[in-house]
Structures are given as C-alpha cells and as structure tokens.
C-alpha cells in the first residue's frame, strides 16, 4: 500500500483480504503485523467474515478410500470456488478423529483412549492452518456412566470452549441412591485448564443420544450448544426424544421441546441437527429407493422456542455403495451438482467462515505435567 493512503484506510482495506493475503501482510512490516496479531483487528475482522461464508465437506474417496477434505466458497459462483485442505498432521497418522463440533472457523476433532481413560481434542482453523491440542481427562465409556462432549465459541469473550458431561447411561443406575447423575466440566483456551461447573444441570431422567464414534454430536449457535437427548416417563416407561441447551456464556442449561411429530418419530426415521443461517434445524432422516430424503425443521427464537417445517431437502443421492453430493437451495429449488463422489454414509458437510483464530496462540509444545494445551503450526 503506497505511504500516501491513511493508516485507517488501510486497516478497512485489511478486514476486506481473505485470509491467506492477510496472514501474508504479516510479513511486510512491524505496524502491519500488530495491527493484524492485534485482538481488536481479529474480532472486527472475524465478524467481518460473517457475510462469506465456506462450505467444509469431508468424505472418503471412492478411488482409494483416502480421506479427502474440501472447503467451498458458498458465493453466486458456488460450487465452482473450492479447494483441497490438509487436515491436522495428528489426524492423518493416528486412528480417524471424529468433528465434535465447529464454531467461528474452528473445527473441534476429537478421539478417545479407552485404556488410558483420556481424550484428545485438536482445535483446528484450516484458513490459517493452525491447530491447539487439548487433553481431555477421565473420559468414560463404561456399562452405568459415559462422557459427552460439546465444542462452540463464546459469544461475549470469544473464547473457545469445550463442554465435558458424565452422566449414567443406564436407566436401571439411575434408581439407585448413591449414582451422581451428572458431572459437568468446562475448558477454556484463555485459561488452559478445565473446572468444575455445580448447579442447574440437566434432569435425572434425560440422556444424551451422544457417540463419539459419530461427527456433530452437537450443534453450536450463537454461542448455544445443543444435544439430542431422551427422556423417560416413569409413568407408561415410554420416552421421547428433546433437545439439551447449553449457554457458553451464562453457563446455563436448558431445554428445547420438539414437534409431536419428531418427539415420537418412528423407529425407521433418524433424526440429526445442523446449523444453517444462525438457525438451528432439525432433520428428519428416511431412506428411499435411490435418495436420501429429508424433512427439515427450524428452530424460532425468543423465549419460548418452536419449530417450524421448512419443506424437503435433498443433499446426499444414493448410487449402490457411493454417495453423490448435491447442494439444494431451497428459495429457488434448484440443486447444483458438486461433482463430488465419496463412499456412502462418511459425508459430513458444515458451513463455516474464514476467521484468525488461534493466530495469537503460541506455538510452542507443552506437556501434560506443563498443562492441558499444546499448539503448533
């Protein structure tokens, strides 16, 4: 930039680049790079990033079963603006890591030790190829308790944040008198270190439907995780099928009630959740001839939150073994073809938006006597 455009010409220029131009800048100049490693200029440049939004999708290709990961610029040239990622080094040589979530640009991968009853997250933003390693202690998979885990943003401090519950699995440990229904701890990356989190938690009677051998367990918005979950009815011993919320922000759990038609859907339906345009939506899966059909449902605000039904969605066209990814754009109808064809059931497709965060983490490495956090480039 020529010494004759003013310094805040400059910074609105800077919010407008892309991310690999601005990663770039760094290197120009001590000014340019504060003003970029600044915490002010990412906040104002990551809400900025709001309007542009990419399309993550990963899947196993058919022609060597690799794990392919692409991100698309959701734009009036979609899908014609895409690129090839590399995902995390410790995601390519170890077991697969499954998505646990993705907020504000960061993508949480996860993978649990059954022996050593620890977890492991990475904390991923593929614009600027950055990743933070967080461990995640006495994770449980047994017969009565297990653990489940959300990932998402906070709103006020943007600060990354997991979510760790333990809670019984088994409807028969729940009578008893000396079980602890839930446990509940909270990581945050500006702390490095996990709490204990005591009071409002969820109902005796309700239990996630959380495997971490499944992407997106959760879904994040605006700073609100949600879960699937059962509850029972100690009444008919029936149960029906709701929504767990929880506020990063106000720490805060809550409840989300769904449709007769969801609450009780019948067993050849399958229901799973994603974010679309800050809404939550809900799918109503069923498996036809040649396609995969979905009714969505979304998710109104205020205090009393309800679903409304949006029409049907077509995203995945079932051919024998494989998958062929369509984007469907409900407004017009139309549906582009991706040109994408991966192995049956391993598409998992998230929007997300191009952000700086973890530019101002350090790089070094740290062990688990040091701490809970490692980072690296």
Known sequence: MSDNISYELQVEIMKRLPVKSLIQCRSVSKTWKSLIDSSEFAAEYNRHRTKMPHIFVRYDDLTDYNVRYVSILDDDNFPRNRVFLTPPLLVQIHEYYNILGCSHGLFCFYRADSISGTGKSLLWNPSIRKIVEVVVPDVTDWET?????????????????????????SWGGMESASCIPWQVEIFTLSTGAWRRLSGNLPRKLVRFQFDSADDCCSVVVDGVIYWFATERNTMDGGSRNLIISFDITSEVFGEVNLPNSLAHAPSEHWLSMFKQRESLMVLDNVCEEDRM??????????????????????????????????????????????????????????????????LDHPTARSDRTMGNISGFD
């Open 145 to 169: 308790y297990e653990t489940v885990l959300g990932f998402g943003v906070c709103r006020e401090t943007n600060d990354p944040t997991i979510v760790k519950i333990t809670h019984i699995v």
């Open 293 to 358: 059909a979905y009714d969505v449902w979304m998710m109104e605000g205020g205090v009393t939150k309800s679903f409304t039904k949006s029409g049907e969605h077509i995203v995945e066209i079932v051919e024998g073994n494989r998958g062929h990814l369509v984007g469907y754009e409900p407004h017009s109808e139309h549906i582009d073809n991706l040109g994408i064809y991966g192995v049956l059931d391993t598409f998992f497709v998230h929007p997300y938006m191009e952000t700086l965060f973890l």
